[in-house]
């Protein structure tokens, strides 16, 4: 079998033959696909039959050696696998580079181009490595992904069934003074939660030698402040309140933060009036910031954090699962890292009858995605 090449534009430098991935085997045979992935924590994945072959993470792709990495992956994998990809499939981010290699690849070998919603793939990646073919809830929590709508999400809640991910709630939108670099720096989510719940007073105070005025000026006329419905953010203004970081040195150092006062506190009892849900079956989690906003505590707020937001994400499921009739739930995305939400979530949500999967052989952060757009690609086309 000749091996696939990409366009000389995609620019894929030849290596030497290495191992192959463990095999994630799937529901159903299908056409081979080649998925890849997204921006950060990279990694691809190729489909042979009813198997699927995750790479390796090559990490951000800012980084060229990254990208170089990336393209050595696809080039062993094809050449070891023996696979001709019949289909490419993406990030739905137009600007990131692995799209932007799908699409040079895919023009290259005349192969349809299936892009796959951000958290879409998170649950799918997870259906996929348990063969789940039945409809279900998906609960994606991470920092960012590019929304259907072109939204900034990362708190959502999907039905997923036949290849398709509809929308049908998200948690309640923070505002990001600043844009990405609020990401960033917690203390800008802390100015916006404090802003947003009335409490615009106190930002000087809490935030001394901070330009803080600047940010409240952006947020009151609304410049430089988009949305967004990522749970990262809820994270982030948490322990930008109880004072636990003002600016990370690293992707999710501030959730880590967070975990690790909370599991040095022990557990709390949730606060019960810490969290609302809309009509719209959206999740304003506004009360909880409003509450860790008056503690001093840094420990005590990181348990109450963590207890209200498992409790909170757990009525949540189970009101969807009571209006759709779906019992079962799959939970993804990288605050699926997080094992005090994870476990207190997955114990609430069986004890109130559901079936849970979550990510065993593929990471639920952003290095599985590839997998759930394989996934969704082959779904789409019959497989």
Same mark, same amino acid.
Request: with cysteine; net charge negative; charged share 20%.
């Given at each position: ?11 894929? *430098? ?6 192959i991935? =463990?095999?994630?085997r799937?529901?159903a045979p299908g056409?081979s696909v080649?998925?890849?992935? &997204?921006?950060f924590?990279?990694?691809?994945c ?5 198997e699927a ?5 090559? &990490?951000d792709?800012d ?7 990336? #393209? ?5 994998l ?5 696979v001709e990809? =019949?289909m ?7 600007d990131?580079?692995s799209?932007r290699? =799908?699409?040079a ?9 299936v892009a ?7 649950i799918?990646?997870?259906a996929?490595?348990?063969?789940l073919r039945?409809?279900? @809830? /998906? ?5 960012v992904?590019?929304? %259907? ?16 991910a #509809?929308?049908i709630?998200?948690v ?7 844009g990405?670099?609020a990401?960033r720096e917690?203390?800008?989510?802390a100015v916006?939660?404090?802003?947003t719940?009335?409490?615009a007073s106190?930002?000087?105070?809490r ?13 009151? $006329?609304?410049? #430089?402040t988009p949305?967004?419905? %990522? ?9 930008g ?6 600016v990370?040195?690293f992707? &999710?150092q ?5 975990e690790?006062?909370a599991?040095?506190?022990g557990p ?12 719209? #079956?959206?999740?304003? @989690?506004?009360p ?10 840094a ?6 954090f963590?207890?209200?937001? *498992? ?11 009571? !209006?759709?009739g779906?019992?079962t739930?799959?939970l ?9 939400? *994870?476990?207190?979530? !997955? !114990? $609430?949500?069986?004890?109130?009858g559901?079936t849970v999967?979550e990510?065993r052989q593929?990471?639920p952060?952003?290095?599985g995605l590839a997998?759930g ?5 082959m779904q789409r *086309? /019959?497989?």
């Amino acid at each position: 079998m000749t091996t696939a090449t990409v366009a000389p534009s995609a620019s894929v *430098a030849r290596g030497s033959r290495r191992g192959i991935p =463990a095999p994630i085997r799937l529901a159903a045979p299908g056409p081979s696909v080649l998925a890849l992935g &997204g921006h950060f924590k990279n990694a691809v994945c190729v489909t042979r039959g009813d198997e699927a072959f995750l790479s390796q993470q090559a &990490g951000d792709l800012d980084d060229p050696a990254n990208r170089r990495a990336l #393209n050595d992956t696809i080039e062993q994998l094809l050449r070891a696998l023996e696979v001709e990809p =019949a289909m490419v499939a993406h990030d739905l981010h137009p600007d990131y580079y692995s799209t932007r290699f =799908a699409a040079a690849f895919a023009e290259w070998h005349a192969l349809a181009a299936v892009a796959v919603q951000h958290h879409h793939a998170h649950i799918a990646a997870v259906a996929a490595e348990h063969r789940l073919r039945a409809p279900l @809830l /998906g609960l994606a929590l991470d920092g960012v992904g590019l929304g %259907s709508d072109g939204g900034i999400w990362g708190g959502e809640l999907l039905l997923v069934q036949d290849g398709t991910a #509809n929308r049908i709630g998200h948690v309640g939108e923070l505002r990001l003074p600043g844009g990405d670099r609020a990401a960033r720096e917690p203390w800008r989510m802390a100015v916006s939660a404090l802003f947003t719940i009335g409490r615009a007073s106190e930002i000087g105070r809490r935030f001394p030698g901070r330009a803080a005025g600047a940010l409240v000026q952006m947020l009151e $006329r609304g410049v #430089n402040t988009p949305s967004t419905s %990522s749970l990262g953010r809820w994270f982030d203004a948490a322990a930008g309140l109880l004072g636990v970081i003002e600016v990370c040195s690293f992707e &999710g150092q501030a959730a880590m933060l967070l975990e690790g006062l909370a599991e040095r506190n022990g557990p709390l009892a949730p606060l019960e009036s810490g969290y609302r849900l809309d009509a719209d #079956n959206n999740l304003d @989690l506004l009360p909880l910031l409003d509450c860790l906003a008056g503690l001093e505590d840094a420990g005590q707020g990181a348990a109450l954090f963590h207890s209200t937001l *498992a409790r909170a994400l757990a009525a949540w499921v189970c009101a969807a699962s009571e !209006r759709t009739g779906f019992r079962t739930a799959a939970l993804g995305g990288g605050c699926c890292m997080n094992k005090i939400l *994870a476990t207190n979530l !997955r !114990r $609430r949500l069986e004890a109130a009858g559901m079936t849970v999967f979550e990510a065993r052989q593929a990471p639920p952060t952003d290095g599985g995605l590839a997998l759930g757009q394989a996934a969704v690609a082959m779904q789409r *086309a /019959g497989g």
